[in-house]
C-alpha cells in the first residue's frame, strides 16, 4: 500500500462493494420503527415489508440452491474443491466477502475460509513458501468476475491469495482498494501452531498472485470478526465475536490509508454508563452517547490463556459489552452492525454507531429480533447501493437472507436450500446490479458440506435494496 492523501481516499472510495457512500439515508431505520405499534405492545416491535413496501414477495425455488423472490435468478460461480486457475482445489467454508472495481472493468471478489481444522489435520492452501503459518488451512481466494450487459455473471480466474492463516471468519474492505481478512480465534504456539494467530492481514484487491500475510498487530490479537472503514476519516471499527461478552472497536491509524504504520486501538465505552449491558432491555430508537477508553496493549501474549484479554483492559475502563458481535458495514456516514445473541429473545440486534466528532458519537438500536421466526441470528451484513441492508443469518435449522428497508421492516429475500449452513459474504457489485453470497458449506477439510458463492441478479428497484 501506497501513501493516500485525503483527496485520492475519499476518490477511491467510490469503487469498493456495495457504493455505500451513494445510499440513500438510512436514517429512517429508526424513525419508522419506534412507532410500529403502540407503546404499550410489549416486547420488541416490528414490522414485514410485503410486496410494494420495500419487500420482494414471497420465496420460491429459484434452483437447488436458493429459493428468491419472483423475477430473481442466480448463478453459481464457484464451489468447494473444484480446480481454481492455480491449479488449487478451492478451499470449503466460505465466509466474509466483497467485491471491488477493477481497472479492466471486471470486479474482483475477496473471499475469506473460515477452517476450523486443528494443527496436525490441519493442511496448508496452496504453496507453503507464501504461507504466514505452515500448518494453518485458512486464507483467502480472489475471484475475477465478469458482469454482461444484463448482469450475467461469468468467473474468469481465481486463486489463493492469502494462506497459512487460521479461522478466517469476516473482515471487510477498505476506500484504498484492499480487503482485510480477520482471524477469529487468538490461538497460537501453545495450541501446536508455528506462529500466534489472533490478527487482521490485508489483501490488496488488484493483486494477481498470494499477498506476503502481514498480521496488523496493532489493531489488536483478539477474536475478531469483521471490520468496516470510515471512508471520510479512515478510522477503523471492529467487532468482537466473544460470548458472552463482547467489544465494539476503532483503530485510529497513524498513517491514512498505512495500517501497517500502526496507530491506535480503543473500545467503545457509553457516556455515564460504566459497563453499559447492550443485551437486554433494550428500546429501539434511543441514543446512546459514546466515548472511547484507550486499549494500552493490543497485543497481549496472554491471550493463549485468555481470549477476552484486550475485552478486560477495556472493561476495566467501563467500556460496554455486547451480546456476540459479528458483521458490520459502513452506510450513511455510519457503521451498522450485528450482535448476533443479542436482544431479550436472544436472536439478534442490528446497531448503528455515528460519529458526531473526534471523540464521540451515538449508539442506536434500529432492530430487534422477537423471534427466531422473524430473524435468526444475524451474521454477515452489508449496506445496498439504494439504502436498504441484507443480513445473513447464522442460526438453528433453515437459513434465510432477510432484508430491511429504510422505513425499519424486515423482509424474506433467499433461503438455502443446498444444506443448513449460514450465509455469509453479502456484498453487492459495485454498479449495484448483482448481490455475490456464499453458502458456507463445511468448515473442516474432512466434512462433506458443500460451499457455493453465487451471483443474484433481479429487480432490486422494485424494493429496498
Known amino acids: 500500500m501506497t501513501d493516500y492523501s485525503r483527496r485520492d481516499f475519499l476518490r477511491s472510495s467510490a469503487t469498493v462493494a456495495g457504493a455505500a457512500l451513494l445510499a440513500p439515508s438510512l436514517s429512517g431505520l429508526v424513525v419508522r420503527s419506534r412507532g410500529i405499534l403502540p407503546p404499550e405492545a410489549p416486547g420488541p416491535t416490528f414490522q414485514r415489508a410485503g410486496l410494494g413496501l420495500g419487500g420482494y414477495g414471497p420465496l420460491r425455488r429459484a434452483g437447488p440452491e436458493l429459493a428468491l423472490p419472483e423475477g430473481f435468478s442466480y448463478q453459481v460461480l464457484s464451489f468447494s474443491g473444484k480446480p481454481m486457475s492455480d491449479g488449487n482445489p478451492t478451499p470449503c467454508a466460505f465466509d466474509g466477502m466483497a467485491a471491488f472495481a477493477l481497472s479492466n472493468g471486471h470486479v474482483r471478489l475477496v473471499r475469506n475460509h473460515e477452517n476450523r481444522d486443528v494443527p496436525g489435520t490441519a493442511a ?11 500448518l494453518g488451512g485458512g486464507g483467502t481466494t ?80 483478539f477474536v475478531h470478526e469483521a471490520i468496516a472503514v470510515d471512508r471520510a476519516t479512515g478510522v477503523v471499527y471492529l467487532t468482537e465475536d466473544g460470548t458472552p461478552r463482547a467489544g465494539f472497536y476503532r483503530f485510529i491509524p497513524a498513517r491514512l490509508g498505512r495500517l501497517a504504520a500502526g496507530g491506535r486501538l480503543q473500545m467503545l465505552a457509553v457516556e455515564g454508563r460504566r459497563n453499559y449491558d447492550t443485551g437486554t432491555g433494550q428500546r429501539i430508537g434511543t ?52 450482535a448476533t445473541n443479542g436482544g431479550d429473545a436472544q436472536m439478534g440486534q442490528v446497531w448503528r454507531y455515528r460519529p458526531t466528532s473526534a471523540d464521540g458519537g451515538n449508539l442506536l438500536l434500529v432492530f430487534e429480533s422477537p423471534s427466531r421466526e422473524v430473524l435468526d441470528s444475524p451474521d454477515n451484513i452489508t449496506v445496498s447501493p439504494r439504502g436498504g441492508i441484507v443480513m445473513c443469518e447464522d442460526g438453528e435449522g433453515e437459513q434465510y437472507l432477510r432484508g430491511l428497508t429504510r422505513e425499519g421492516a424486515i423482509f424474506d429475500l433467499g433461503k438455502n436450500l443446498l444444506n443448513q449452513t449460514e450465509f455469509a459474504g453479502a456484498c453487492f457489485s459495485p454498479d449495484g446490479r448483482v448481490l455475490f453470497v456464499n453458502i458456507m458449506g463445511a468448515t473442516q477439510d474432512a466434512a462433506t458440506e458443500e460451499g457455493r458463492t453465487l451471483a443474484i441478479r433481479g429487480p432490486w428497484r422494485r424494493g429496498a435494496l
Not at 482471524?183 to 501446536?192: D, L, Q, S
Not at 500466534?196 to 488488484?206: C, D, K, L
Not at 446512546?288 to 501474549?301: E, G, K, T, Y
Open 124 to 134: 496448508v492452501k496452496g504453496d507453503p513458501s507464501t504461507a504466514y503459518d505452515r
Open 142 to 221: 480472489s475471484l475475477e468476475v465478469r458482469l454482461g450487459s444484463d448482469g450475467e455473471a461469468e468467473l474468469v480466474r481465481d486463486f489463493i491469495s492469502v494462506n497459512g492463516t487460521i479461522v478466517n471468519c469476516a473482515g471487510g474492505p477498505t476506500p484504498w482498494g484492499s480487503w482485510l481478512t480477520c482471524e477469529e480465534t487468538v490461538e497460537g504456539r501453545a495450541n501446536g501452531w508455528s506462529q500466534e494467530h489472533g490478527y487482521i492481514f490485508e489483501v490488496a484487491a488488484a493483486a494477481e498472485r498470494p499477498v506476503t500475510p502481514v498480521p496488523l498487530k496493532a489493531m489488536g490479537r
Open 287 to 338: 441514543r446512546l452517547p459514546v466515548r472511547w477508553v484507550d486499549i494500552a496493549d493490543p497485543d497481549p501474549q496472554d491471550n493463549v490463556n485468555s481470549a477476552t484479554a484486550i475485552f478486560d483492559q477495556g472493561f476495566a475502563q467501563g467500556a460496554a459489552r455486547f451480546a456476540r458481535l459479528e458483521g458490520c458495514w459502513f452506510g450513511d456516514n455510519s457503521i451498522y452492525f450485528h
